[in-house]
């Protein structure tokens, strides 16, 4: 009965942080760039359940009408002992592009991301919706450096006319090359880089740097991948399940209070 009670809120617990990955992915969803992100569950190793009192020197209860399983103890079943978040898993899929026409607004098309300065360290970001600083650098959103092929931040000249970004991220302002945008990648392993939080990515220990295969587009950012209507039906479901684990709970209960005040007192 106590192990009902640890199953049932074990598995209350899963989809509570669940709840809270969805949420999250609704929050986002209108964050350019961001990738969202999948709660994956796995089940606790499950008990082999057997009748040990069933052997030689007890009464062989299995019997009925001549039928025996003999003298080895009898399996009873397999019982499971509830779920837990095995990993936060963040889906990579393209998200879809929006036309802004910034020419410093950019929108990578397939492999890569672009290398950020961050008191941290070098971080990595989708979101390519850059500002031009009053010290003429390019920055994000949150005045952080946009790293070049030099892994130096690129600086653009502030009397320039027109600022072009080629699909290498090559940076062109007045026909003059001022800097070409780092554009990296980590190989096929999708769980080579992991969020940081800020749309931010950094790279596991290990994980190698390489040149990406993507594109770039200028004048456009990338949607977030979240599709708003999926995440809502997975709300939902999601809020169903934990229900049917908190009525488990509630059984269970009940069920530990009359064994112990109404079969105890008998």
Do not use: C
């Not at 360290?121 to 850059?130: A, K, S």
């Not at 320039?160 to 001022?178: H, L, N, Y």
């Not at 880089?193 to 749309?199: E, I, P, R």
């Not at 209507?229 to 059984?251: D, F, P, Q, W």
């Amino acid at each position: 009965m106590w192990r009902g009670l640890y199953t049932a809120g074990a598995g209350m617990i899963t989809e509570t942080k669940r709840t809270d990955t969805i949420a999250n992915n609704l929050a986002n969803a209108n964050t350019t760039g961001f990738k969202r992100d999948d709660a994956i569950s796995r089940e606790f190793e499950p008990m082999l359940i057997k009748r040990i009192n069933d052997g030689k020197d007890h009464n062989n209860v299995t019997s009925f009408k001549g039928f025996s399983v003999g003298d080895s103890a009898p399996t009873v079943g397999v019982l499971g002992l509830g779920s837990r978040i095995d990993e936060i898993a963040t889906d990579h899929t393209q998200g879809g592009f929006q036309t802004t026409g910034n020419p410093l607004d950019v929108a990578i098309s397939g492999d890569g991301y672009f290398a950020i300065q961050t008191p941290q360290g070098v971080r990595y970001t989708r979101d390519g919706n850059f500002y031009r600083s009053s010290r003429g650098q390019l920055q994000t959103v949150r005045g952080q450096a946009v790293l070049g092929t030099n892994n130096q931040p690129i600086t653009i000249p502030g009397d320039v006319s027109r600022v072009t970004i080629g699909a290498k991220g090559e940076i062109m302002a007045d026909g003059q090359r001022v800097g070409q945008l780092q554009l990296t990648s980590f190989g096929p392993d999708r769980r080579a880089v992991l969020k940081q939080g800020d749309n931010l990515y950094y790279p596991q220990q290990g994980a190698q740097p390489q040149v990406a295969t993507g594109e770039i587009f200028q004048g456009m950012l990338e949607n977030s991948n979240t599709n708003v209507v999926s995440e809502m039906v997975n709300l939902i479901n999601n809020y169903r399940i934990y229900e049917a684990g908190s009525k488990a709970v509630t059984t269970q209960d009940t069920l530990l209070d009359k064994s112990v005040n109404e079969v105890g007192r008998v």
